[in-house]
């Protein structure tokens, strides 16, 4: 029994060295439980992974097989009427989704695309894909007999000579041979003219209502005006009552008022310089004017 006591009884050295040995067991069993959990961990992470790439892999087959059809779809193109391209049609012909929604935002409005540089003009579509597709829009019979009317219109008209005539005696007819001047138009510019008896200067046709920058350019290439046009309606400027001076075409109530009232406050008017001064003056014509004015 002594001799088993004995057994058990450790020095100092030997209890610390058994106490190293149970950390160092302790330690031991603890990495080994955190690499089995980190295995785990990227095994799971490797398994994720590769499902990803699975599935990527996946897309990508999907991707290539629409762009295979697409290009199957490309070389078998039937006529069609541009108007009603659905997201799938515009798509199999090559326009982006940008394009496509013009289309139907205009569309959604009531209108319709009636040519093929309407088309584009609406959609936006490059010239590259506008010829691949174009020969295929089919439009109504009746889009396609309006559309060649106005084209045979247009080239009868650029091929129509026009000779460069004194525009106070032009006819309504040869003013309406001017691109961008119609019936109506035509018939704004002979009132105006015999209001002022003639033109005085090409430059008046400016302030005719109704005459766009674009209009004004066309009418110069075609018609110009006398050196001294006669019938001028000439205002005598110190003589004329309101309503005579309200009756000349660049004169207003008000302004014609102020003329009179400076005439009886300062004399005579003798020049344009002296009617500058007057209120409400259209200082934009008074080149114009003064080619009207009497001051006798």
């Not at 095994?43 to 295979?68: M, P, R």
């Not at 003009?121 to 597709?133: A, F, G, H, Y």
């Not at 008209?157 to 460069?164: A, D, P, Q, R, S």
């Not at 309200?246 to 310089?273: D, L």
């Amino acid at each position: 029994m002594k001799n088993i006591k004995s057994y058990f009884m450790f020095s100092s050295g030997h209890r610390n060295g058994i106490f190293i040995l149970i950390v160092l067991i302790i330690l031991l069993q603890l990495i080994i439980l955190n690499f089995n959990t980190i295995s785990d961990k990227l095994f799971t992470q490797t398994e994720k992974s590769a499902s990803i790439d699975n599935k990527w892999l996946g897309y990508q087959k999907y991707i290539d097989s629409l762009k295979s059809t697409k290009s199957e779809k490309k070389q078998k193109i039937f006529p069609f009427n541009p108007n009603y391209i659905t997201d799938y049609k515009g798509y199999m012909l090559g326009m982006s989704v940008e394009e496509i929604d013009r289309l139907h935002t205009f569309r959604e409005k009531g209108k319709f695309v009636n040519s093929a540089k309407e088309f584009q003009t609406i959609t936006k579509v490059s010239d590259s894909l506008l010829n691949m597709i174009s020969p295929y829009f089919k439009f109504p019979d009746w889009v396609v007999k309006k559309n060649n009317a106005k084209r045979q219109n247009h080239q009868f008209l650029e091929k129509k000579k026009i000779e460069l005539k004194d525009i106070n005696l032009a006819t309504k007819e040869e003013l309406m041979a001017v691109f961008g001047i119609g019936d109506k138009l035509s018939d704004i510019i002979l009132r105006d003219k015999e209001k002022f008896g003639a033109f005085a200067t090409i430059e008046q046709l400016q302030f005719i209502w109704g005459i766009t920058p674009e209009r004004f350019e066309a009418l110069k290439k075609h018609f110009f005006i006398e050196t001294k046009p006669e019938n001028l309606k000439k205002i005598k400027i110190n003589e004329a009552s309101t309503k005579e001076l309200y009756n000349f075409p660049y004169f207003n109530y008000a302004f014609a008022k102020e003329i009179v009232t400076y005439r009886s406050m300062n004399g005579e008017i003798k020049s344009v310089q002296d009617l500058s001064k007057i209120k409400d003056c259209p200082q934009d014509k008074l080149k114009i004017i003064a080619l009207y004015l009497d001051t006798k």
